[in-house]
């Protein structure tokens, strides 16, 4: 079945999706972020197939999240490198973590937990703000078209 194009919706989260809208191409940034570089890499963490992960790695270059870039090690290999577009998804990934650790895990089950790197604390939940500082959520917001 093919897959309709969002390139062109109206909506920024359908255009988003139409990126990175499938959980392989999440997962191979979700590594990315890990700190994963390389093709092999990639392909033992996700078990993906590897015509498979080529292909979402193609797109994923193709979009400008990952680039190519030499090997750091000197070698005549190539790795993928988040770009500050691919990075700007960090927030993405961590949001839906936060989903998932409050939502398809019993509470306290996670298997890992997202901490400050210099404190080694855990992360505070993610929140959304007004400009004034208030908190807000779904029912206190709402989209504006702008034309």
Known sequence: MKRTSL???RCPIARSLDVIGDWWSLLIIRDAVLGKRRFGEFQKSLGLAKNILAVRLRTLVGHGILEMAPASDGSA???YVLTEKGRGLFHVLVALRQWGDTYCFEPGASPSELVDRERGRPVRMLELRSEDGRLL???NTEVRRLD
């Open 7 to 9: 390139e062109s919706a």
């Open 77 to 79: 290999y190539q790795e």
């Open 137 to 139: 959520g779904p029912d």
